[in-house]
């Protein structure tokens, strides 16, 4: 039998995550605010509903991969606590999977509401970036109930290559925003880094393949290195165009932060790296990859 899929977000990472479903054999109809996202998608296999409440009713799984807390609230609980969102629509016992990256408040509340619906949901952002999830070898880190991770698994196989259950809801939500903070902080110090060594004359190449085979060895470095010119297909190697944005990076070291203050950890290097990319943000970058950082403080 056809496993209906709904999957609503088919940005920079859900547009691919959402063609490996359909690839797999999969009834997946996507939903996106961008005609041309959606388009895409139907061009490679997808389906497409101008009825998205109907699409829910018969959905079997609904996938989501939004930019925000308030994104993925307005989703599930709709204008009207629910009146007119994904909870109001879905089908009873229908399973849910938010790959958003949000607070984990707002994921656990989320959650609440949907199993007074009678409808199951675990949270399970996601790491590896666009090409990840191209290649669908993304990591999920997973929050919620055992027995619904064991339900999404196979369909978290066809996306990604490791799942980590963390907890319960709201865990999976916990590791990804402390993975990224790390992920913020290892881009700044390898761009600092690369920099460096550029400005006393070396071949950023030569600075960064050292690096590689030594003790400042990190994932930024060898598979998303941030210098124009080192590596093939990375952001950087196109203007800093796609991949993860700036916002978004400083939408998760935020998350970060709001989390070291609520639990009483110390971030100090987090809330610098916050800061910095608000700084690069605020100069107009927003828009770029995050690894654009690489350029803050350096002419255009």
Known sequence: MTTKIVFIGLGNMGLPMAQNLARA??????????????????DAGGLSSEDQAAALGEADIVVTMLPASRHVQGAYLGASLGDTGILAHAKAGALLIDCSTIAPEVSREVAAAATAKGL?????????????AAAGTLTFMVGGDEADLASARPFLEQMGKNIFHAGPGGSGQTVKICNNMLLGILMIGTSEAIRLGVANGL????????????????????????????????????????GFGVDLMLKDLGLAVESAGASGASVPLGELARQLYDMHSKAGAGGLDFSSIYKLDTPA
């Open 25 to 42: 054999g999969h009834a997946v109809t996507g939903f996106d605010l961008m005609p041309a996202s959606v388009r895409q998608f139907v």
């Open 120 to 132: 199951r949901m675990i949270d399970a952002p996601v790491s590896g970036g666009t090409a990840g």
């Open 203 to 242: 071949d950023p190449k030569v600075v960064s393949d050292v690096m590689a085979k030594s003790s400042g060895r990190n994932w930024t470095l060898e598979v998303y290195n941030p210098c124009p010119g080192v590596l093939d297909n990375v952001p950087a190697a196109r203007g800093y165009t796609g």
